[in-house]
């Protein structure tokens, strides 16, 4: 009764007036945040007196702005590639292995996704003084591998675990050498799950803002970092701006992870 | 697992003997760039100034630093109840309505969870500012006269945290209720139970593992935000991660910045280890 649909009664209006309200609570900060970017008041006024292109002119006439952009998504691109990697091999070894251990070890993985970013952004920062990493692009990778490595160590096991390996198996009886084997017939039968691996691992690094903050220097930013800094002096449309391009970017990437598995349906 | 057993012996064991190879690189990683650097932000922390356990002391004995624990739980606490409240019955209405309906809200969750995180809080920041949209809208709706301070307190960090936290409040929650059998539900209604008692008896208990177990997940998460307190709290409640990073950044004390993330590391590991250990749903099956 309760957990039917249509037998619900008078609580089914209570249940969906709030879940609709819910829904309103989650997408109308992005709606709004998209339609001030177009709006001309300098003050974030909504409704907007007029609309204008104001604000992108002036993110993209701003070489700040489009250098920090595309240092995300430099840093994004090799962290996505050695996370994929680092994770498909650290997935096999945690999926095949049956070495002492293994459980601890996958915990020991993911520890980086559930602990408090604060930690570990001080605790690299400190490290990378010393040695001389702090405020370089390879001190960025290493920062943001860690946070997207339990990412693709999660998609890729989840995909290994429903991957039958006596199929790699019987490549390799049929004179396949066994990373042969592995890249030819296990890499395409799990390729969802490196695929979803790479989505997650880039969306981890492009939106990571504790650690980056850590990690930048007057001239290393990334994105999230500019936008902070700015924030941090006063409210400008040009966020606004700036913002919408993000989350544009997160639905294409969405869409197409969307499409990708509705694909594999079919 | 139970393939590769089946397989050739020898054969067995090399794959076995190389498959510890293939973690190496991901554990060299985790080793030098995150248990490394941890151990060594703890060292500083009973190092610096001078060996002992001063930072500490200071850290647990001052009326400042109190009121930020105290802040960190109350923030944390406020942001789980709501979520919890507003997020349980929307999962419930997840787990029961037709697919073309819940495909829908999933999506508009999924698409809040991935939005950056520093484009939400500038949201909110604008949403509620003095002049925003919030404070116009109770205003022309005559619940207020003059606009309310919405920023800089308790109110903006909850809202705005409570917007971050409530799509992990309520995604694990719908399985947990998908896999509640309806027949259970039925057998009530048959033994004569009204609506009310089915919720509270049967509907609540069942649900309940999966709510502590959300609950605590988002605690723990919630105790550990930084950006978004930062940018929507005012400075008189300030949380730990804003003062762990106020130390190392603005301060340069790193024995008193380790003390902190020492404590916020102990408090997180202890709640997980209480979700691992009695909340886990998985296990308790």
């Known amino acids: 009764m309760l957990l039917d649909f249509d037998k619900l009664g008078g609580l089914k ?171 030819r017939v296990t890499v395409p039968a799990v390729s969802h799950g490196i695929f979803a691996a790479a989505i997650f691992s880039f969306l981890a690094s492009w939106d990571e803002v504790v650690l980056a903050i850590f990690m930048a220097s007057p001239t290393l930013q990334t994105l999230p970092v500019k936008i902070w800094a700015t924030l941090r002096q006063d409210l400008t449309p040009v966020i606004a701006a700036a913002s919408t391009i993000l989350i544009a970017f997160t639905i294409l990437l969405m869409v197409l992870a969307a499409l990708f598995r509705k694909g594999r349906k079919a | 697992m139970v393939l590769s057993a089946t397989t050739d012996g020898g054969e067995r064991k090399i794959r076995r003997n190389g498959s510890f190879g293939y973690v190496v690189p991901a554990l060299l990683l985790i080793a030098f760039f995150f248990i490394i650097p941890v151990l060594m932000l703890l060292m500083r922390s009973v190092l610096e100034p001078t060996p002992g356990l001063q930072n500490y002391q200071e850290l647990l004995g001052s009326t400042t630093y109190l009121r930020v624990f105290l802040n960190t739980f109350t923030v944390a606490g406020l942001v789980t109840v709501v979520a919890v409240v507003i997020g349980f019955p929307v999962a419930w209405l997840l787990a029961i309505m037709p697919d073309k309906w819940s495909r829908l809200v999933m999506a508009i969750i999924v698409l809040s969870m991935w939005t950056n995180l520093l484009a939400r809080t500038y949201a909110w920041m604008v949403l509620l500012q003095r002049t925003g949209v919030v404070n116009k809208m109770l205003m022309s709706l005559g619940i207020i006269d003059k606009p309310l301070a919405l920023v800089n307190n308790l109110v903006g960090v909850t809202i705005g945290m409570t917007y971050i936290m409530l799509p992990f409040v309520i995604l694990p929650l719908i399985g947990i209720l998908k896999a509640i059998d309806p027949a259970i539900l039925r057998a009530a209604a048959l033994c004569g139970a009204n609506k009310r008692q089915c919720f509270t008896r049967v509907l609540l208990p069942l649900s309940l593992p999966g709510i502590a177990s959300g609950a605590l997940m988002v605690f723990v998460m919630s105790l550990g935000y930084y950006v978004t307190p930062a940018l929507l709290g005012g400075t008189s409640n300030m949380m730990l991660a804003e003062l762990v990073a106020q130390f190392v950044q603005s301060l340069v004390n790193w024995g008193m910045g380790g003390a902190a993330a020492l404590v916020l590391l102990l408090v997180t590991m202890v709640l997980y280890a209480i979700q691992l250990k009695f909340l886990n749903p998985n296990r308790a099956r």
């Open chain 1, 13 to 183: 209006p209570f249940l969906i007036g709030l879940t609709a309200l819910v829904c309103l609570f989650l997408i109308l900060p992005i709606v709004f945040i998209a339609a001030l970017s177009f709006g001309s008041s300098q003050w974030l006024i909504f409704p907007p007196p007029s609309w204008t292109f104001k604000w992108y002119q002036m993110l993209f006439a701003d070489p700040r702005w489009l250098w920090s952009a595309l240092t995300s998504l430099k840093i994004a691109a090799i962290v996505t590639v050695l996370s994929v990697i680092l994770g498909f091999l650290a997935a096999l070894g945690l999926n095949r292995g049956s070495f002492a251990g293994r459980e601890a070890l996958r915990a020991l993985f993911l520890t980086p996704m559930i602990l408090p970013v604060v930690v570990l952004a001080v605790a690299l920062y400190a490290l990378f003084l010393q040695l001389g990493l702090a405020g370089t692009t390879v001190g960025f990778i290493i920062a943001h591998l860690l946070i997207a490595l339990p990412f693709s160590i999660i998609s890729i096991g989840n995909a290994l675990e429903g991957f039958d390996k006596s199929i790699e198996d019987a490549a390799i009886l049929c004179g396949a050498s066994p990373w042969e084997a592995r890249i």
